[in-house]
């Protein structure tokens, strides 16, 4: 109890500061006081406090709105599948917003607010297209979920084939969104950032709202309708604001992968397995964490610029090894199967 509540206390502060030091550091370093007082006293003739507010807080809003979206909804998805795998980047909702978008741009010329109808329609399509094919392999009779996260790699495979192709069908065009595709946080993109921020938000209050029941859920469907909930249309709603967060994020950057992976194992050991905890504290360390992915794709490699996608798909490559061992291979998980 003690060590969950030091968690949640802390983890705001720890944002806080990450956030401070994102806004610092860069290609001309600031000293935090400057920073507050770019805040406090902006003056327009100021170079500096222009690069901090026109360049370097937006893109650290919309690290932080990407990171809180996509560990909440990675807590729910792992929660709901009973599965360490689950994801929005595993279930196929990333890889169909992206093909979504890239097909709406190049087929029919979209513009900002149809690509991002774009993209909620395809994660959607995705995420469906990944239960249709898990039914077809016998999710039904795989108890641990696994046979949907092998049907989300599948799905993802194919639409993110299918979004290379559309790239390749027009060399004009593709600059345009080759860099969108690899999830890039760039500070371009705060009008994305601010059209579709209350999808997100929304979301993340109804599964707020929903916390109690989804633990409930947790404990087994048959528990949790005795005690008053009703597991299809809690499933349902959860779900769908998953998807829409997921989907409106991807909306903004592109797919920024396996922060909904990576975030709920790193809060879980902390707060449990209670969504009323571990939802705020996911959405609190995922947008810490994306925000350090996010300035160690600025910093790292200097004069250069990498796209935050790139290193996240790195961190949760590494972390997905350790997960498949840990709950697949590990001598205690052959037994469980």
Same mark, same amino acid.
């Given at each position: 109890?003690?060590?969950?509540?030091?968690?949640?206390?802390?983890?705001?502060?720890?944002?806080?500061?990450?956030?401070?030091?994102?806004?610092?550091?860069?290609?001309?370093?600031?000293?935090?006081?400057?920073?507050?007082?770019?805040?406090?006293?902006?003056?327009?003739?100021?170079?500096?406090?222009?690069?901090?507010?026109?360049?370097?807080?937006?893109?650290?809003?919309?690290?932080?709105?990407?990171? /809180?979206?996509?560990?909440? !909804?990675?807590?729910?998805?792992?929660?709901?599948?009973?599965? @360490?795998?689950?994801?929005?980047? $595993?279930?196929?909702?990333?890889?169909?917003?992206?093909?979504?978008?890239?097909?709406? /741009?190049?087929?029919?010329?979209?513009?900002?607010?149809? #690509?991002?109808?774009?993209?909620?329609?395809?994660?959607?399509?995705?995420?469906?297209?990944?239960?249709?094919?898990?039914?077809?392999?016998?999710?039904?009779?795989?108890?641990?979920? *696994?046979? *949907?996260?092998?049907?989300?790699?599948?799905?993802?495979?194919?639409?993110?084939?299918?979004?290379?192709?559309? %790239?390749?069908?027009?060399?004009?065009?593709?600059?345009?969104?080759?860099? &969108?595709?690899?999830?890039?946080?760039?500070? =371009?993109?705060?009008?994305?950032?601010?059209?579709? &921020?209350?999808?997100?938000?929304?979301?993340?209050?109804? #599964?707020?709202?929903?916390?109690?029941?989804?633990?409930?859920?947790?404990?087994?469907?048959?528990?949790? /309708?005795?005690?008053? =909930?009703?597991?299809?249309?809690?499933?349902?709603?959860? %779900?769908?604001?998953? =998807?829409?967060?997921?989907?409106?994020?991807?909306?903004?950057?592109?797919?920024? !992968?396996?922060?909904?992976?990576?975030?709920?194992?790193? =809060?879980?050991?902390?707060?449990?397995?209670?969504?009323?905890?571990?939802? @705020?504290?996911?959405?609190? $360390?995922? /947008?810490?964490?994306?925000?350090?992915?996010?300035?160690?794709?600025?910093?790292?490699?200097?004069?250069?610029? #990498?796209? $935050? !996608? %790139?290193?996240?798909?790195?961190?949760?490559?590494?972390?997905?090894?350790?997960?498949?061992?840990?709950?697949? *291979?590990?001598?205690?998980?052959?037994?469980?199967?």
């Amino acid at each position: 109890m003690t060590r969950r509540f030091v968690f949640l206390f802390s983890a705001p502060f720890l944002l806080a500061l990450v956030l401070l030091i994102s806004l610092s550091l860069g290609g001309g370093s600031f000293h935090f006081l400057d920073v507050v007082q770019a805040f406090i006293a902006f003056d327009a003739e100021s170079y500096d406090q222009a690069v901090i507010l026109h360049q370097r807080l937006p893109r650290a809003l919309i690290a932080i709105y990407v990171g /809180a979206t996509m560990a909440c !909804g990675g807590a729910v998805l792992q929660g709901l599948v009973r599965n @360490p795998l689950a994801s929005p980047s $595993t279930l196929g909702i990333n890889a169909g917003a992206c093909v979504f978008v890239v097909g709406g /741009a190049f087929l029919f010329d979209l513009g900002m607010a149809a #690509l991002g109808l774009a993209a909620l329609a395809g994660a959607f399509f995705g995420f469906l297209s990944c239960l249709v094919v898990a039914r077809l392999a016998g999710r039904t009779h795989d108890p641990r979920g *696994l046979a *949907l996260i092998l049907s989300g790699a599948l799905v993802s495979m194919l639409f993110f084939g299918v979004t290379n192709a559309f %790239l390749l069908s027009d060399p004009m065009r593709r600059n345009e969104f080759l860099g &969108w595709v690899s999830g890039n946080i760039n500070h =371009v993109y705060i009008d994305r950032l601010l059209a579709f &921020w209350w999808i997100g938000a929304v979301a993340i209050g109804l #599964l707020a709202v929903l916390a109690r029941p989804l633990t409930l859920i947790l404990l087994g469907t048959e528990k949790a /309708a005795s005690a008053g =909930v009703n597991v299809t249309a809690v499933t349902r709603l959860a %779900l769908t604001a998953t =998807v829409l967060a997921s989907g409106s994020a991807v909306a903004i950057c592109g797919p920024i !992968g396996f922060v909904g992976l990576v975030v709920p194992h790193i =809060v879980r050991p902390f707060v449990g397995n209670n969504f009323t905890f571990s939802l @705020p504290a996911c959405a609190l $360390t995922g /947008a810490s964490v994306c925000l350090l992915a996010d300035l160690f794709a600025r910093e790292a490699f200097q004069p250069y610029v #990498l796209h $935050t !996608g %790139l290193v996240t798909d790195l961190l949760g490559g590494l972390v997905f090894v350790v997960i498949v061992k840990r709950f697949y *291979l590990s001598p205690a998980a052959r037994g469980r199967a």
